[in-house]
T-cell receptor
Framework: EAQVTQNPRYLITVTGKKLTVTCSQN?????MSWYRQDPGLGLRQIYY???????DKGDVPEGYKVSRKEKRNFPLILESPSPNQTSLYFC????????????FGPGTRLTVT | GENVEQHPSTLSVQEGDSAVIKCTYS??????FPWYKQELGKRPQLIID?????GEKKDQRIAVTLNKTAKHFSLHITETQPEDSAVYFC????????????FGKGTKLSVKP
C-alpha cells in the first residue's frame, strides 16, 4: 500500500530534550516536506526537500533541522524543543511538490511542556 | 515572499446550498493550483486540482475555476451535504521550476442539516 508514515503519532516532552520525528514514504517520491498546523494559521511549511541531499527552508524553519540522506526518509529534528513548538506536524511527499498531488502522513501531535 | 490569500476563513451553509471559497496568489509564474480537504482529526487530502492551461475543471459536485489574469482561483461545491463539512485549503505552486507549494490559511466549512 502506497503511504507516508510518521512516528511517533503522539509525543509529550519537556523543554530542551532533543527529539526526532521520523517520516518515511514508499512511493519513490522525489519531493518531501514538513508542515506544522496551528489553529487559525493553516499549514505552514518548515522545510522541504526536492531530492536526496537537497533541503530548503520553508516559512518557519527556526528551531528545526532536517536531513535527506535517502529518498524514502525525511526526519524532522528538534534539537532543543520549546513550548512554542507545540503543534500538529505533517509530513508530505510528492513526485514533484509544485506539480503533483502531495500525500500527507497521519500527523504527529507534539506537546512541549 | 510569495503568498496565497484565502477567503472566507469560516463558511456556514444549509444542506443543499452551494459554497464558494476564493483564493488569490502573488506569483505570476504559478501554474498548479490544488485544493485539499481536511476532515476533523485527519490528514489533508487532495480533492481537485487545476493547471494553468485550463480555466475550469469539474468533478461531480465540485469545480474549480482559474483566472490567471486576475491571479485568483475558486472552489465551488454544489448541493452541499453534511459530509462536506471540513477545512479546505487552497495552494499554488511557487514558480515554474522551484517545485514547491504555498498553502492558504484554510476555510472551515460547516454544512447544517
Amino acid at each position: 500500500e502506497a503511504q507516508v508514515t510518521q512516528n511517533p503519532r503522539y509525543l509529550i516532552t519537556v523543554t530542551g530534550k532533543k527529539l526526532t520525528v521520523t517520516c518515511s514514504q514508499n512511493m519513490n517520491h522525489e519531493y518531501m516536506s514538513w508542515y506544522r498546523q496551528d489553529p487559525g494559521l493553516g499549514l505552514r511549511q518548515i522545510y522541504y526537500s526536492m531530492n536526496v541531499e537537497v533541503t530548503d527552508k520553508g516559512d518557519v524553519p527556526e528551531g528545526y533541522k532536517v536531513s535527506r540522506k535517502e529518498k524514502r526518509n525525511f526526519p524532522l529534528i528538534l534539537e532543543s524543543p520549546s513550548p512554542n513548538q507545540t503543534s500538529l506536524y505533517f509530513c508530505a511527499s510528492s513526485l514533484d511538490g509544485g506539480m503533483y498531488e502531495q500525500y500527507f502522513g497521519p500527523g504527529t501531535r507534539l506537546t512541549v511542556t | 515572499g510569495e503568498n496565497v490569500e484565502q477567503h472566507p476563513s469560516t463558511l456556514s451553509v444549509q444542506e443543499g446550498d452551494s459554497a464558494v471559497i476564493k483564493c488569490t496568489y502573488s506569483d505570476s509564474a504559478s501554474n498548479y493550483f490544488p485544493w485539499y480537504k481536511q476532515e476533523l482529526g485527519k490528514r489533508p487530502q487532495l480533492i481537485i486540482d487545476i493547471r494553468s492551461n485550463v480555466g475550469e475543471k469539474k468533478d461531480q459536485r465540485i469545480a474549480v475555476t482559474l483566472n490567471k489574469t486576475a491571479k485568483h482561483f475558486s472552489l465551488h461545491i454544489t448541493e452541499t451535504q453534511p459530509e462536506d463539512s471540513a477545512v479546505y485549503f487552497c495552494a499554488a505552486s511557487v514558480g515554474r521550476s522551484q517545485g514547491n507549494l504555498i498553502f492558504g490559511k484554510g476555510t472551515k466549512l460547516s454544512v447544517k442539516p
